[in-house]
């Protein structure tokens, strides 16, 4: 599809558009199987000398027509389409109907050694800030590989399961049940999100050490299914106003007969048809069904390699957003400022009023002091009865004392805190002085690298399709003994076992080298006769067939070196 768009639409003209199929088949081949040949890069290829590939092809390509043929895959854009299209086709091989699945999803970083300016993220496996990739890993129950997709190393995982789930239901023409992963999405921002989109997914709280007294627990203690040294129970929050704002299911887990602490918080919208006690064995399977296989592809299909260092220059996003948080600081600093001197305003009139009525109740009062001491005076010249005048007087006179002393110490206050107010302005300013300075010192203007993914999603594309390989092939045909053989081991049991091939007109003979140790050479013969019984058949229709030589006992032990 990719050739016939480029060739209508186009009017460069790429050699792999006038490559034969056959050609193809045998480039993609040597790609593939770079990890089975011990091979990492196509650049690898400059001195093997092997005769694995010499099989397949009749020749062994090297480094330069590889790279081209790579490079030419990548100018076609045909690594995320070719993506979506193996997690369709996966979905239904591992995982046949159309009733809703559940998913693991988690990232895979791998570091991109570089002296030059480039995009960074945190590289957990090294535990520091560097160049690199962001490879989502998609798994289905059991483990199979659903598919991987790239993304900058500054991408966050909370910001694309939504969007994430929504493509891949799209793409694999089913619907999604639920969603494992770490606690990298555990915060309650995704489970809002999760609130609004109406979904369901399973994970585990970022931060450890909760104490039992955070929770209101919600029925009885049960045991853990599969594993009776814990229990678990359902739980919500103990704080009203966190518990009403946190729509997350709480399942706590801890050890069995002891009132200790929980050890474990599990957390998010999980399906209600999953009890407590089988939520921490439902979280457990994702070491297995992810992790681990995540370890076996970066121990067998080479996870960790990069393949393109083509590049972009664009606006580091990274100080972008260091930017963005210095000038929302200064935003808050300047808020806190306006604050302080509306406040400060707000005091002095204040003051100012206050002042002005007590200047105006002290003149009221003077004047009906001085009222009544003329009206003391009058009756002592009169004659007349004077005393409870000048009681009055007196209690006037003592009613202003105490009104001028109450203003004096209210004015005392009110300027203490005017003070208070204009000493907290001065430090804002200066905060803010500092603040400006800091964000105005973050280099928003320099362009930095940002690397083409395309071509690693390309390998990324035959790593997984190349794990599955395995997994279907162990699956299927391997001795049930040896089903459970991860790639880098089953490669080097299997894989590259010394041997050699017939080819005939109807059908392909290969024969294998017998092994040193019986249970190993009664093992192969099984599988051998499990492969033959299947009646495979090779791209041009010839038919496949698989055997072991048997075992020559000899006095002398023959050790031969696979070339």
Known sequence: MARQENQTGHALKLRILQHELETCWHKLDHLLYLP???????????????????????????????????????????GYPWADRLAKVYGQAWYPGDEPIFIYTDWHSKPHWTKEDHLSGAITMWGRIMPGTHQLMINGPEGHLLGGWNYPIDARL??????LETELANTLER??????FDSEGGGLPVALRYQQ???????????????????????????????????????????????????????????????????????????????????????????????????????????????????DLVPNRTQKRQWEAAQARVETTERQLAEQAEALVHLKDQQAAFQQTQQSEQAELEKQIETQKNEVAQRQQQGLRWRREEQRQQRLEQTLQERKKRLLDLSKQKETKIQQHQAQHAQLQQALVLRQTLRDAIDTETLCRERNLEKDQIMLNLQTLLANLHDWVRTHYLDPQWQQLELNTATELIYRKPGRVIWAADKIEVILEPYRYAEQQQRMEVTCSRFNAAQLRWRDGRLLTIRVNPVLHSSYAIIKVPV
């Open 158 to 163: 909370p910001h694309v399961l939504i969007d």
């Open 36 to 78: 089975i040949l011990g091979l990492e890069r196509p650049s690898d290829l400059y001195y093997y000398q092997g005769a694995g590939l010499k099989v397949l092809c009749g020749f062994t390509y090297k480094y330069l027509p590889l790279e081209q043929f790579l490079g030419e895959l990548t100018r076609l854009q045909v």
């Open 197 to 311: 989109a109406e979904r369901e997914y399973l994970s585990i709280l970022p931060r450890q050490g909760h104490l039992l007294t955070e929770f209101d627990l919600i029925g009885i203690w049960g045991s853990v299914e599969g594993d009776p040294q814990h229990e678990a129970i359902e739980a919500t929050w103990h704080d009203p106003e966190s518990a009403q704002a946190d729509p997350r299911r709480l399942v706590l887990m801890r050890r069995t007969g002891k009132d200790l602490n929980p050890t474990r918080v599990y957390a998010g919208r999980i399906p209600a048809a999953i009890l407590a006690v089988q939520v921490p064995g439902q979280f457990r399977q994702r070491w297995m069904c992810q992790e681990r296989r995540i370890r076996e592809l970066v121990n067998g299909a080479n996870l960790n390699a990069n393949y393109g260092y083509a590049y």
């Open 175 to 180: 619907p999604i049940a639920y969603n494992i």
